[in-house]
């Protein structure tokens, strides 16, 4: 518990009733980080950027286990220790009531729309519209 207390202190936003599980963790960015109220993340990832990176989770959100959001991710036109070193941040913004199903990966530059779902394993590369269902690898229209 004390490492989950350690990552949400370091949070820039966060609302009141977040919950976590023991394997919550946040691998980077923990100031561009935005949690709202009534908040379940489980055993989620975020790695949110140090500059464009950044994680909006607004109220009533709530995730299954091992979700992960990726607000980072890596230039593949580079190769070597060029593609391992320039790192790409994008902005992710998870609008009010959206439940993402597990083992769901959220790619940077995405916005899941108001009280949308997110379907179990699927993989998120595009803008997610209000009030719609989104499944699959890559995630789409249901």
């Known amino acids: ?23 919550f963790r946040i691998y980077n960015g923990h100031k561009n980080i935005q949690i709202g ?14 500059n464009k990176g950044k994680i909006v989770i607004e109220d009533f959100v709530f995730f299954g286990h091992h979700v ?31 439940w993402i199903g597990s083992g769901s990966i959220i790619l940077p530059g995405v916005v899941i729309g108001k009280n949308s779902v997110i379907g179990a394993g699927s993989v998120v590369t595009k803008d997610v519209p209000n009030y719609c269902v989104f499944a699959g690898n890559p995630a789409k229209l249901i």
């Open 37 to 50: 109220n009534n908040v379940y993340l489980t055993d989620c990832l975020l790695n949110a950027g140090n």
């Open 68 to 98: 992960q959001v990726l607000a980072r991710s890596h230039d593949y036109l580079n190769f070597g220790l060029e593609r391992q070193l320039n790192i790409i941040e994008k902005p992710i913004l998870i609008k009010e009531g959206v």
């Open 1 to 23: 518990m004390a490492c989950i207390l350690q990552h949400l202190k370091q949070i820039n936003k966060i609302g009141i009733n977040v919950f976590c599980e023991k394997e």
